[in-house]
């Protein structure tokens, strides 16, 4: 046998990812020489469409980007817009689109947990599978899926693209007795997401160590979800309106989606990097169940991706508990006169920090959208780790090992492809 | 049975949601795995697009070269073929482009489009193949996915089910939003599936399952009128999550023609007032498969 072999390994459909993505490995005499890590979604060009539509009509727009994140879509889109408006929005419609955008963690992330992620790490190839052996921990994972979608519902009437969110606040408070409901089972399932933080830092990962910038939101007080500033590890520490002079993206030929850089760095976004920039922010039982764990933050093991998802469950419905003790149905939107300018919005989405712009014109249609993904942002560090960690992992194992561990390495960042897809032109105009 | 139906999700260009009906079914989608053989389905991990199926779900639109191929071979290898949700029975949003300047479009969003695979056009799925029956819906809900795995499991005809939205906001005793707060409700001209969310909650329909059976859109739009709502936004709620069903995008496409001379700085694209960039109505197959769409074809002969 030649010691030198060559092996090609491509990956045309990636399973267990949101969207359609791609991965080819080219190894060369014991070395990477060719890696792409694709993303081949087709254009859906929300950007151009939403141009020339009412401010009122985007919410219900931008959902459709993404099943599973719509309410991040929403909220993003809201705060930006509401901006032009000189709203002030109550303390009721804030604390009740938190309670929201709970529902779409706890959702986002068991479904990525149990039905994407975990049968990597048990040699699955998929989650009704591994319910054979697990079942268990796959109910569970269920259990506390189905919980997310009804806080999702409670106030959007339907978890995937709810209706229920609108310019303003809401179409309507929910009822006082369906949240009583809610709740108890908000409180009932506490012990399940003690369990899933445990659980997912007992499972065997490998322990791949990198470099890599987080970025997240940072606020003053609570842990990051609806509001705050775009904070690094390395310094950054800017309002969302300024987004635009730190990061950059640019087109590469193989991918639909952009690449986007911090000060020409590629950086992560996502639950790890929130909880790298903001474990201090957990509240108390959160903190202790994730210090029994025994593993410290912030990490650089990648891979501790999954252990900051169930830490983020764990979180989520602490604070839907918080949020919706004492509920009473107050006035569910308000209402103001649009000023032509541009209104930002940032939310941390499951997967990420998720940025819009708009330009708004006299009569509140938008002139102009710009909307950045989490996965996008993650692009370049997606493919920058694949080069590592398959390295890391030994180029001479076989090419099943090999083609696998690289699919683990991509889902473990749980790209939102049918997300990524869409970006405008980056001009650069230097003088 | 002793050999189980064999199941397959497909995806082409969408958000995935309609997907969502599977994997937020909880516990019965355990079930549909041991109702069913499924044999693709590259979200939930089982990657094998030509196997051959007696069921094939599609989710998305065709809007790339590599999808109109995809579909063809999807359709020799399947028995009962059923696109699922906006995207895959109308287009969905992306569909806007197909009356739009979609080229231009490409070049503002792209550096470089010609790197890219695209159609100008995003269509419906039964405008590139035959289709057995189509579920409607921006998303399509699980209810409507596991009634038709049901129904071919039992062998019997899965339910078409396109009456308006009214008539299940009626029977549910739901106070019409549109009469007591003259909120622009589509209701009257879109089809049922979702369990009347929006009414529900207080506010307008937007249409998101796409046109009911024998609706009058002009007429409609007519109504919007007379409640002072200008031609141009009358037409906006006609364009919008199914476009590019025949109904909403002839009912569209007439009160878009409504509006008068557009100021020059109006975002959105002038060759709207023409559209000849051959929507998807042109390409419909007269295939015997087709019969869902059919019925939205008869829908357009009834406007006034």
Redesign the interface.
């Known amino acids: 046998m030649n010691e030198r072999r060559e092996i090609k390994i491509n990956v045309p459909?990636?399973?267990?990812?949101?969207?359609?993505g791609a991965l080819d490995l080219h190894i060369r005499d014991g070395r990477i020489e060719h890696l792409k890590f694709s993303i081949g979604?087709?254009?859906?060009?929300?950007?151009?469409?939403l141009?020339?539509?009412?401010a009122f009509?985007v919410p219900?727009?931008v959902a459709?980007?993404?099943?599973?994140c719509?309410v991040a879509y929403q909220m993003s889109a809201v705060q930006a817009l509401e901006s032009l408006f000189g709203w002030r929005s109550t303390p009721w419609i804030e604390a009740m689109r938190r309670a929201m955008y709970c529902g779409e963690w706890i959702?986002s992330h068991s479904?990525h947990i149990h039905?994407?992620a975990a049968?990597d790490f048990f040699g699955?190839?998929?989650?009704?599978?591994m319910?054979r052996d697990y079942p268990d921990e796959?109910?569970r994972g269920?259990?506390l899926?189905?919980l997310g979608?009804e806080l999702i519902r409670l106030f959007g009437?339907?978890?995937?693209?709810p209706?229920?969110a609108?310019l303003g606040g809401f179409?309507?408070a929910p009822p006082k007795d369906r949240v009583i409901r809610l709740l108890d089972r908000l409180r009932a399932a506490l012990p399940d997401a003690e369990n899933l933080v445990a659980w997912t830092a007992s499972v065997d990962v490998p322990q791949d160590q990198q470099d890599f910038v987080s970025v997240a939101l940072r606020h003053p007080s609570e842990y990051p979800l609806y509001s705050g500033r775009i904070v690094s590890d390395t310094g950054l520490d800017i309002p969302v309106d300024r987004y635009e002079d730190h990061f950059r993206e640019h087109?590469e030929?193989h991918s639909?989606a952009l690449y986007s850089l911090l000060d020409g760095r590629s950086y992560l976004v996502g639950p790890l990097a929130r909880l790298n920039l903001n474990w201090d922010r957990l509240p108390e039982p959160v903190r202790s169940t994730l210090a029994k764990t025994g593993i410290p933050f912030p990490s650089r093991n990648m891979f501790h991706s999954m252990l900051a998802r169930a830490v983020e469950i764990h979180f989520a419905i602490v604070e839907a508990i918080r949020l919706l003790e004492n509920y009473e149905p107050d006035i569910p939107f308000v209402s103001g006169e649009c000023r032509a300018r541009s209104g930002f919005g940032c939310t941390e989405a499951p997967r990420g920090l998720l940025w819009h712009r708009y330009d708004v014109?006299e009569s509140g249609?938008?002139?102009?959208a710009r909307i950045v993904p989490p996965t996008s942002q993650n692009q370049a560090r997606i493919a920058e780790d694949l080069h590592r960690s398959i390295e890391a992992f030994g180029l001479d194992r076989a090419d099943d090992e090999l083609r696998l561990h690289g699919e683990k390495v991509i889902r473990n960042y749980d790209p939102c492809i049918?997300?990524a897809t869409?970006?405008?032109?980056?001009k650069v105009i230097r003088e | 049975m002793d050999r189980k139906l064999r199941v397959a999700v497909h995806k082409f260009s969408s958000c995935d949601g309609c997907q969502l009906a599977f994997l937020n079914a909880g516990e019965k989608l355990v079930e549909l795995f041991e109702l069913a053989d499924v044999v693709h389905f590259a979200e939930a991990g089982i990657v094998d697009p030509d196997a051959p199926a007696e069921l094939a779900f599609i989710e998305g639109s065709i809007s790339t070269h590599e999808e109109q191929e995809r579909i063809r071979r999807i359709r020799e290898n399947t028995r009962f073929l059923v696109p699922i949700g906006a995207c895959a029975t109308s287009g969905c949003l992306q569909a806007l482009r197909n009356q739009a300047d979609a080229a231009r479009w490409f070049a503002d969003v792209y550096s470089d489009p010609s790197k890219i695979d695209h159609l100008d056009t995003a269509t419906p799925i039964a405008a590139n193949v035959p289709v057995d029956l189509e579920l409607w819906g921006c998303p399509v809900n699980t209810r409507q996915v596991m009634a038709t795995v049901s129904s071919l499991l039992l062998g019997a005809p899965p339910r078409d089910d396109n009456e308006k939205i009214c008539m299940e906001c009626k029977r549910k005793n739901i106070v019409c939003v549109m009469v007591t707060q003259g909120q622009h409700c589509m209701g009257p001209v879109t089809r049922t599936g979702c369990g009347v969310l929006c009414p529900g909650i207080g506010r307008d329909c937007y249409g998101c399952y796409g046109p009911a059976e024998n609706i009058n859109g002009d007429a409609w739009g007519r109504w919007f009128e007379q409640k002072g709502m200008p031609a141009e936004r009358i037409a906006r709620r006609f364009r919008y999550i199914n476009s590019e069903a025949e109904a909403f995008r002839e009912a569209g496409k007439h009160w878009r023609d409504r509006t008068g001379p557009k100021p020059a700085n109006d975002a959105s694209d002038p060759s709207d007032l023409s559209p000849s960039s051959g929507p998807s109505g042109h390409l419909l197959p007269k295939g015997e498969g087709n019969k869902a769409r059919s019925s939205t074809a008869n829908s357009s002969n009834e406007k006034s």
Do not use: W
Not at chain 1, 13 to 20: C, M, Y
Not at chain 1, 51 to 54: F, I, K, V, Y
Not at chain 1, 157 to 161: D, E, N, P, T
């Open positions: 459909v990636l399973a267990r990812v949101e969207g359609e979604e087709p254009p859906r060009l929300f950007e151009k469409f141009e020339g539509r009412d009509e219900d727009m459709r980007i993404c099943g599973i719509p959702q479904l039905l994407l049968p699955y190839s998929s989650a009704p599978e319910a796959v109910r269920l259990r899926q189905s979608n009437a339907r978890s995937v693209h209706v229920g609108r179409h309507s087109q030929a639909t014109g249609k938008i002139l102009k049918s997300c869409h970006f405008l032109k980056l």
